[in-house]
C-alpha cells in the first residue's frame, strides 16, 4: 500500500517534468469538457441547442442520464442511427466531462430557434388535442409537470422539437428497434395511432 | 478604520477611471489593451472560428473579412441541383457572428503580410493584426478548355450559389435521352462523397422526368469514399451494373480520365475516347485557394501544411489556417471538419494569446450523403491527436452506416442529414 503510494507519486512528478520539457505542450492533461462537448454542436447545436427538427436538443440534460444514454449507445443496447459510433470516441472520464459541460446549459426550447428553416410549426388545435390525450394515458405519471420535469432517467420534453418528439415515439413503438423503455410507457405508447403521437408531439412541444 | 480607507479609495478610483472612459471616447482607451485577431473567410471553418473566440474571450477584438454578403451553403446543394430544393434555404448572413461582437468586413482581402502582420482588402485599407484565421476554401487547377467562360456552359457548381442554380437549370433544360456527364476530380478535393451523391441525385431525378438519360461519371480515379455504400444504393435504386442501369461510372483504369474540354462544342476529351451533351458538369482539380496561395502559406502541394493540434502554419508563425485549404492529415475536406477544426484552432489562438500551454485538441466529422431524397447514409469519426505522430490526427471510433440497413434507417438518415444541416449552420451563423 505504502509503496504503491509512493510509486505513484514519482510518476506524477515524472510526467510534470516531461510536461515542462515540452514546453508547450497540454497533451497529458486531457481535453477540456469545452473541448469535448463543441464537438457534439456540429450536430446537436451551439451549447446542446439544437438548430434541426429531427436532431434533439440536450442542453440541460442531467448529467445522470447523459451518461447512462451514451453508455447505452456505447455498448449498442440502445440502438441508434450514428450515436453508437461517435459515443465510442470518447472515454467514461471524457463523457462524464462532456455530461457535466451540457448539464451546465440553460435549456433552450426549439421555437426560440432562430435560425431554423424547415421545420414543423408548432399547431395549437393539434397541441391541446395532445394535451388531452397526455392526460388520459397519464404520461405525466413518469413526465411531470407537463414534460418540464427531468431527472437521472427521465428526459425533459417540453419545449424540445415538435419532429424529433414525433419520430421518437414512432421509435419506441418500432419493434425492429427494441428501444430500451418502462414497460409501463411502452404499453401505453403502443396503443396510440399515428394521428394521436402526432397530437401528443405538438403538445410537449408547445409546452416552454 | 484602514479597511474603510482602501474601500473609499478604490471607489474614488473606479468612479475616475470611468469618468475617464466617458471624456476619452471609451473605444480608443480599450482597443489600445486589446488583442486583435482576423479571420479571412466566412464559410465553414472561418465563422466557426471567429464566433468561438468571441464565446471563449469578448475581450478579444475579432474582424471577419468576407467577399460576400451572403453565404450559399455547398452542403445540401446537390438537392438543389437534382431540383427538389429551394437555393434560398442554402443562404445565410451574418447578422447572428455580429451579435456575438464579430466585426465583419464585407471586402476581399488581396493581400496578406506575415511579417507586418497585417492583411489589406480591397479598397486598400490595411488592418493589424495579433493572430490571423485563414479559411477561404479552394480554388481550381486548370484543365486544358477550361477556362473562366467555360465555367458558364459547364459549371463546376462546386462552390454554391449562382454555380448551383446554372447546373440545375441545364438539368433541367437538357433533352431525355442525353447523358449528364460528370467530370469527377482527383484527390484530393473538396467532400470526398460529393460527386457521387450528385451523381445518386441526378439519377433519382432523370429516373422520374428523363429516364431515357442517364449519368455519366467519367472519372480519373480507381475508388471513391463510401464505395460500397454507394455502388450498393445505386445497385438498389438504379439498377447499377445491368445494361439499364441510370449511372454509368467510368474509372481512371478504363480510361475515365479528363484531359481535355470545348465548351462551344460541348465536348470533353478523354485519351481515347470524346463525349458531348448539352449538360456537362466539370469538377475540375483543386488547390488551396489563391489568398493563401499568394500568401506563402501553402507548400508543393498546393494545400497549407499546419500542426494539426492548433492549426497554425508550418510557414508563417502567428497565422492559423483551417478548412479545405489547410493539409489537414487524417481529417477529410469537409464542413464538418472545417467546423472541428476552427473551434480547435480558436481554443489554440485564445490560449496563445495569454501566453498559455496549448490546450488538448478533440475533433469530429461526419459527411452524410443521400442515394435518393429518402436514402441517406453517412461516414463519421472523433479523431485525437497524438503528440508522439503529430503528422496525422487519428481516429479513435467511427465508420460507415451498416451496408445492410433497413430501408426505414436509411429514411432517418435522410431525416438526420437536413437536420444536421440546420443545426450546424445556426451553429455557424447563429
Ligand atoms: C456539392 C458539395 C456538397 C458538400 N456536402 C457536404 C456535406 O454534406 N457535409 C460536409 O461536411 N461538407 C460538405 N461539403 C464540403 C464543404 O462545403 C466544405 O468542406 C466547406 O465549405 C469548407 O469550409 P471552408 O471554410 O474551408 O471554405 P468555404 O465554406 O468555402 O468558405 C470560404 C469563404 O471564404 C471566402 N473567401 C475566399 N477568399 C476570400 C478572400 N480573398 N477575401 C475574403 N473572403 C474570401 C469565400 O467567399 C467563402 O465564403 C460539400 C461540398 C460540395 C461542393
Redesign the pocket.
Same mark, same amino acid.
Given at each position: 500500500m505504502q509503496r504503491r503510494k509512493i510509486h505513484m507519486l514519482v510518476l506524477a512528478s515524472g510526467f510534470l517534468a516531461g510536461g515542462m520539457m515540452f514546453g508547450s505542450s497540454n497533451a497529458e492533461a486531457g481535453a477540456t469538457a469545452e473541448m469535448l462537448a463543441n464537438t457534439c454542436a456540429g450536430c446537436h447545436g451551439t451549447n446542446g441547442q439544437s438548430g434541426g427538427p429531427a436532431m434533439p436538443t440536450i442542453s440541460g440534460m442531467p448529467a445522470e442520464y447523459m451518461n447512462s444514454i451514451m453508455a447505452a449507445f456505447k455498448s449498442g443496447e440502445r440502438p441508434s442511427t450514428i450515436m453508437g459510433r461517435i459515443a465510442k470516441g470518447y472515454d467514461a472520464k471524457e463523457t462524464a466531462l462532456i455530461a457535466k459541460f451540457f448539464a451546465k446549459q440553460a435549456w433552450k426550447s426549439a421555437e426560440s430557434a432562430p435560425q431554423s428553416k424547415n421545420r414543423t410549426l408548432i399547431n395549437p388545435k393539434l397541441a391541446s388535442t395532445g394535451g388531452k390525450l397526455v392526460k388520459k394515458a397519464k404520461c405525466g405519471k413518469c413526465h411531470e409537470d407537463d414534460g418540464m420535469t427531468q431527472d437521472e432517467d427521465t428526459p425533459r420534453m417540453a419545449g424540445q422539437w415538435v419532429d424529433y418528439l414525433l419520430f421518437k415515439m414512432q421509435d419506441l413503438k418500432n419493434e425492429h428497434l427494441a428501444i430500451p423503455q418502462p414497460k409501463k410507457m411502452a404499453k401505453r405508447i403502443n396503443k396510440l395511432s399515428a394521428f394521436e403521437l402526432e397530437a401528443i408531439a405538438h403538445f410537449y412541444a408547445s409546452k416552454k | 478604520m484602514s479597511k474603510l480607507t482602501r474601500r473609499s479609495f478604490v471607489k474614488l478610483a473606479g468612479g475616475a477611471a470611468a469618468v475617464g472612459l466617458a471624456a476619452g471616447g471609451a473605444p480608443a482607451i480599450a482597443n489600445s489593451h486589446k488583442h486583435h485577431v482576423i479571420v479571412? =473567410?466566412?464559410?465553414?471553418? =472561418?465563422?466557426i472560428a471567429a464566433k468561438y473566440i468571441r464565446m471563449a474571450d469578448s475581450s478579444i477584438m475579432v474582424t471577419l473579412? #468576407?467577399?460576400?454578403q451572403y453565404?450559399y451553403?455547398?452542403?445540401?446543394?446537390?438537392w438543389v441541383?437534382a431540383g427538389f430544393r429551394n437555393l434560398n434555404v442554402q443562404k445565410w448572413g451574418y447578422d447572428g457572428l455580429k451579435g456575438h461582437g464579430v466585426n465583419v468586413v464585407h #471586402?476581399?482581402?488581396?493581400k496578406i503580410d506575415p511579417v507586418s502582420k497585417t492583411v489589406t482588402?480591397a479598397s486598400g485599407k490595411t488592418f493589424k493584426y495579433n493572430r490571423l484565421v485563414v479559411?477561404?476554401?479552394?480554388s481550381f487547377r486548370g484543365i486544358e478548355g477550361y477556362d473562366e467562360s467555360a465555367t458558364h456552359m459547364m459549371p463546376h /457548381?462546386?462552390? /454554391?450559389g449562382p454555380q448551383t442554380t446554372q447546373l440545375a437549370k441545364q438539368l433541367k433544360a437538357m433533352k431525355n435521352g442525353d447523358p449528364f456527364i460528370m467530370v469527377a476530380p482527383p484527390n484530393p478535393f473538396?467532400?470526398p462523397?460529393?460527386p457521387y #451523391?450528385?451523381a445518386s441525385l441526378v439519377a433519382h431525378y432523370l429516373k422520374k422526368h428523363k429516364p431515357k438519360s442517364k449519368v455519366l461519371i467519367l472519372d480519373p480515379k480507381d475508388k471513391f469514399s463510401k464505395f460500397g455504400l454507394f455502388t450498393g444504393g445505386w445497385k438498389k435504386l438504379y439498377g447499377y451494373g445491368t445494361d439499364n442501369s441510370m449511372i454509368e461510372w467510368v474509372p481512371g483504369g478504363e480510361g475515365g480520365k479528363v484531359t481535355r474540354v470545348d465548351a462551344k462544342s460541348m465536348k470533353v476529351y478523354t485519351d481515347l475516347d470524346e463525349f458531348s451533351s448539352s449538360c456537362i458538369n466539370v469538377i475540375p482539380a483543386q488547390k488551396a485557394?489563391?489568398?493563401a496561395e499568394s500568401a506563402g502559406l501553402t507548400d508543393d502541394s498546393g494545400w497549407c501544411p499546419v500542426n494539426l493540434e492548433t492549426f497554425e502554419s508550418k510557414l508563417h508563425a502567428g497565422v492559423y489556417v483551417?478548412?479545405?485549404?489547410s493539409a489537414a492529415n487524417g481529417l477529410p475536406?469537409?464542413?464538418?471538419?472545417?467546423?472541428s477544426e476552427?473551434k480547435v484552432c480558436a481554443a489554440a489562438v485564445v490560449a496563445s494569446l495569454r501566453g498559455k500551454p496549448v490546450p488538448t485538441p478533440s475533433y469530429v466529422?461526419?459527411?452524410?450523403?443521400m442515394i435518393s431524397p429518402d436514402y441517406g447514409i453517412s461516414v463519421a469519426a472523433v479523431y485525437k491527436f497524438d503528440p508522439a505522430k503529430p503528422e496525422k490526427v487519428h481516429s479513435v471510433s467511427g465508420g460507415l452506416s451498416p451496408s445492410d440497413a433497413p430501408d426505414f434507417i436509411r429514411k432517418q438518415e435522410a431525416m438526420y442529414?437536413e437536420s444536421w444541416?440546420q443545426s450546424?449552420m445556426s451553429d455557424t451563423f447563429g
Open positions: - | 479571412i =473567410g466566412g464559410g465553414y471553418g =472561418g465563422a473579412i #468576407e467577399q460576400n453565404y451553403s455547398c452542403p445540401l446543394s446537390n441541383v #471586402e476581399k482581402a488581396t482588402i479559411s477561404p476554401g479552394i /457548381a462546386w462552390k /454554391a473538396r467532400c462523397p460529393g #451523391e450528385r485557394n489563391m489568398i483551417i478548412g479545405d485549404a475536406k469537409s464542413g464538418y471538419a472545417a467546423n476552427g466529422n461526419t459527411c452524410y450523403s442529414n444541416y450546424i
